[in-house]
């Protein structure tokens, strides 16, 4: 997730399907997971300000057993701290010199900055997430940079599920490039930690943008562990309602 919000007054809709294999060669299992996500954004004040609301059902196959239940559900709030884009001299061009519009400027390092936080709601009995409360905070940090006119730097900090007795941080970078009006690819590098849980993953995918408020993406990532080993296939649609259009 950027920095930004998708902005005042617009609701965003994303739908997406995930396949998880799972390959667990000291326990000697192996599980096949499908997990249906839905997610709703909407924009407050501006680019300032965004509320979002996620949910998740999960089917597994372990063992020849099949278990199914809500996997998230929860709530949270998105604020934009700093834009450097708000000070005007920030992409001030000088129409003097080719060399000095296309060089790399080092203050293209300087990030877009929000701060976020969420809540998580569970049934005391849900099969996923027994181990935690059936309510719990999370605190995230967001980073943008558009390092060219092309490419842009994404960073996720997620401290999750504080304040009980299995608190996870979660790090992302994600890295997307245009390749024309309609297409993109990116590149992410996940690492989630816990003492239930560690892993670090690596995703590829691309994103088609059919129309201006509908786009579609698919991505495919691995781990490199084998406890368990993770391969994981998705599909996912956005759509936009945006007043302004």
């Known amino acids: 997730m950027g ?3 998708v902005g005042k007054g617009v609701l965003q809709w994303e739908l997406g399907g995930v396949f998880d294999q799972q ?3 000291l326990f000697r299992y192996k599980s096949m997971i499908y997990q249906q996500e839905l997610s709703m954004r909407y924009g407050l004040i501006g680019e300032r300000l965004e509320i979002s609301a996620q949910w998740g059902y999960q089917w597994e196959s372990t063992l020849g057993s099949t278990f199914k239940d809500i ?18 001299q920030f992409e001030a061009v000088n129409l003097y010199s080719w060399k000095d519009q296309h060089r790399f400027k080092l ?10 936080i969420g809540y998580h709601f569970f049934s005391p009995t849900n099969l996923f997430n027994s181990w935690y409360p059936t309510n719990s905070p999370k605190f995230m940090l967001f980073t943008q940079n558009s390092l060219t006119n092309r490419l842009v730097l994404v960073t996720n900090h997620v401290w999750d599920h504080v304040q009980t007795d ?7 970078a994600s890295l997307t490039h245009t390749l024309g009006r309609d297409w993109s690819v990116f ?14 993953l690596l995703r590829i995918g691309g994103a088609f943008l059919q129309t201006k408020n509908l786009q579609w993406d698919t991505h495919f990532a691995l781990n490199f562990k084998e406890t368990p080993r993770r391969k994981t296939f998705g599909i996912g649609i956005s759509y936009r309602i945006d007043p302004h259009n």
Not at 71 to 88: E, G, M, R, T
């Open 71 to 88: 996997h998230q559900s929860d709530i949270a709030l998105k604020l934009l701290l700093f834009d450097p884009y708000k000070n005007p």
């Open 3 to 5: 920095a930004y919000s």
């Open 107 to 116: 203050k293209r390092l300087i990030p877009a900055l929000s701060v976020g």
């Open 166 to 172: 299995w608190p996870e941080y979660r790090f992302l």
């Open 23 to 25: 390959d667990h060669q």
């Open 187 to 200: 590149y992410e590098s996940e690492f989630i930690k816990n003492d239930l849980y560690a892993d670090h």
